[in-house]
């Protein structure tokens, strides 16, 4: 209203006018002098000009600038509001308005903080003038007409919490840390579902399978394929691409957002056309990488971002004071958070989250049908702080905020939506296999073959969604360290891959997927170095006798098909760990030898071969066990006394709960779906609505 715009303009005068008073290179008068009335009028006018110049010249600008790194947009914002403060300070008359160019960026800066406040028309965590700005947004959607022409069918919105497992949300509702999904609970009006990953317990695997129906040959997060001699990273934008392609060549359609969808934050599209921070089309060049559009539509205000940088800075300010703080109290287990960890966290739990909630936002009230976006926060935090820690439970309570925000942005939209909240996987908790025991995995396989151990191993980086996503904003390679296509070791010698607990050993020198029978012969000492270690739980290798086997300690060696009736080192890892390294096993790029880290099932620990107190990846604990909350409207996920396996599943889910909205009917080809390993792996987690799918 015109009532809110002056009491913003006045509150702007108000700012400069004291700003003038305590910045001795930010004047408002002549040399002269002026009376107070003539001071009042310049900085009304400089106000008055500077929030024209914002509401119609920094959308253009910012829309130019989309070609600049993400991150350095973010930057550049503030330099680009002192110059349209420059700007309308020389448009003030007689020349009355003066300020340096430093000076003008800090005043700027503290205008546009304060005229959002003001406004409310930012103010995420202001429920009440947040809804009154939806509110203003709908009813110019219905003197425009465009309320009356959105569709009556319901849209769903689903939204990803990485690396929430179910039984951290469940602890995290009755803790009353996250009231909307408790409320929702609560109420009945959503329903709270676990469901069980593959082998491979990590984003890129699931999401994925979730987004495309296919993780077939996913093996973990990150592996070597000895038929291309190149690296896999999941959350490298060239793999996701390759990936990506791969699954849309499998299942032979698109993804689960082909029609009228939208993509946020994600490592996959989905097959989506509106994308914003999506992985798998950050590596194009040109107009086909939409991915970064979405900055345009956060930054096109400039006091969005000052009010993400504020945030931005007390989340470094945050995360230095609370690993200070570990390590004084001397906490264990605890990984190192020094470096750009301070600032890669506040990209993750602010930057991103800020874009992507902005997105989804844009999205609804767009109308669109269907909409998937990924909020990493919890996950990075996890990682270094732990999942049950107080670090990772104000990251969920910020998130729960989100949810909020989302809701009521759901009771404006020109149509009705249903929020669906899902996770990727959960994390295990753990000290690092580092830490316990002195030396890496990679250093315990080259003592095996016998090679050279360095004295300082190279650490692994955690390969957390947040590190990649700062990479691509500032379009550097997101390769780090033996990431890189082509291994640079020498071919003799092994290649040893991380994903959380999990590590894959290959050998680029030989061309196919060795026996236990060539390894031996070629280092005897190898697996049984590896089999008997305290840290390892078991090992996948091809025996020419027997086929795939499982082998642990004391000798234990037990062929897949035997593995339900003698788990052996199987036991501790739950019923249906034979079923998930069945299919693993059947991948074509499962490498030379798969090491599953020791599990403590009485604890739930597991022991990362990364540089993770918090860590998914592999099989043991909570990182198998995400969540699927829904609302009671759809139909069960599965029938009562079955179970959802594998992401794949979930992808049919949400397929049919599409169309159960009347939402995108994105056609299925399933003679091209991937064929079941076993009988029994599929038989309980199939309902009859998925397979009528």
Request: proline content about 6%; aromatic content about 6%; hydrophobic content about 45%.
């Amino acid at each position: 209203m015109w009532w809110r715009s002056i009491a913003v303009w006045a509150v702007s005068t108000v700012t400069m006018l004291v700003l003038a008073g305590i910045l001795p290179d930010f004047q408002l008068q002549s040399d002269n002098g002026d009376s107070a009335t003539r001071i009042a009028l310049t900085a009304a006018l400089g106000a008055g000009a500077f929030g024209i110049l914002s509401a119609l010249v920094w959308p253009l600008l910012v829309r130019a600038l989309l070609l600049v790194p993400a991150l350095v947009l973010g930057l550049v914002v503030f330099f680009l509001n002192g110059g349209l403060l420059i700007f309308a300070l020389a448009l003030v008359p007689d020349g009355r308005g003066e300020a340096n160019p430093e000076t003008a960026v800090v005043v700027a800066a503290v205008m546009s903080a304060v005229a959002s406040a003001t406004g409310g028309a930012l103010a995420v965590r202001d429920d009440d003038a947040y809804r009154r700005r939806l509110y203003r947004l709908a009813d110019r959607r219905r003197r425009r007409g465009i309320a009356g022409a959105g569709p009556s069918t319901p849209g769903t919105v689903f939204l990803q919490l990485d690396g929430v497992g179910h039984d951290v949300l469940r602890d995290a509702v009755d803790l009353g840390v996250m009231p909307t999904v408790g409320a929702w609970l609560g109420a009945g009006t959503h329903r709270l579902t676990p469901w069980r990953t593959d082998w491979s317990s990590q984003t890129g695997a699931s999401q994925l399978g979730i987004l495309h129906g296919s993780n077939y040959d996913v093996p973990a997060f990150r592996w070597y394929e000895k038929d291309t001699r190149e690296i896999q990273v999941s959350n490298r934008p060239t793999s996701a691409a390759e990936l990506q392609r791969r699954a849309i060549e499998h299942t032979g359609d698109g993804g689960l957002l082909t029609l009228d969808g939208a993509s946020r934050g994600n490592l996959f599209s989905g097959g989506a056309e509106q994308v914003a921070l999506v992985l798998s089309v950050a590596a194009r060049r040109g107009k086909e990488n939409r991915s970064r559009a979405g900055y345009f539509a956060y930054f096109s205000d400039p006091a969005n971002a000052v009010r993400t940088a504020l945030s931005f800075v007390a989340e470094v300010g945050r995360e230095i004071g609370q690993s200070t703080r570990a390590r004084l109290t001397r906490q264990r287990p605890r990984v190192g958070r020094g470096g750009l960890y301070p600032f890669i966290r506040a990209f993750a739990t602010v930057v991103e989250r800020d874009v992507v909630v902005a997105a989804v936002i844009g999205d609804m009230l767009a109308g669109r049908s269907a909409v998937y976006a990924d909020l990493v926060a919890y996950d990075e935090v996890a990682h270094h702080s732990g999942p049950v820690s107080r670090d990772a439970e104000k990251v969920l309570a910020r998130l729960d905020r989100s949810l909020a925000l989302i809701a009521k942005v759901a009771e404006h939209a020109p149509r009705p939506y249903r929020i669906v909240v899902l996770s990727d996987h959960g994390q295990s908790p753990g000290e690092t296999f580092r830490a316990r025991y002195g030396l890496g995995l990679q250093d315990l396989v080259r003592a095996g073959c016998g090679l050279p151990v360095p004295r300082r191993a190279r650490r692994t980086h955690s390969g957390a969604e947040a590190r990649a996503a700062v990479r691509a904003a500032l379009r550097r390679p997101v390769e780090e360290g033996g990431e890189k296509h082509r291994p640079a070791s020498r071919r003799s010698e092994p290649i040893v891959l991380a994903s959380g607990n999990l590590g894959l050993v290959s050998f680029p020198d030989v061309p196919h997927r060795m026996s236990k029978e060539e390894i031996d012969a070629r280092h005897p000492a190898l697996l049984p170095t590896l089999a008997n270690h305290p840290g390892v739980g078991f090992l996948l290798v091809r025996s020419e006798e027997h086929g795939a086997v499982v082998l642990g300690a004391r000798g234990a060696e037990i062929p897949l098909a035997d593995l339900d009736e003698r788990p052996g080192p199987l036991a501790d890892f739950g019923a249906h760990a034979a079923d998930a390294i069945r299919r693993t096993d059947s991948f074509p790029h499962t490498a030379d030898i798969m090491v599953n880290s020791w599990y403590d099932p009485a604890e739930g620990e597991v022991l990362a071969f990364e540089e993770q107190i918090g860590s998914h990846g592999g099989l043991g604990g909570a990182q198998g066990h995400p969540f699927l909350l829904a609302p009671e409207v759809f139909s069960p996920p599965v029938a009562n006394g079955a179970e959802l396996v594998g992401a794949q599943q979930v992808h049919h889910v949400l397929r049919r709960w599409l169309r159960e909205g009347s939402g995108p009917q994105v056609p299925l080809d399933e003679s091209r779906h991937e064929p079941a390993p076993d009988a029994s792996f599929t038989a309980a987690t199939v309902t009859p609505q998925d397979k009528s799918a």
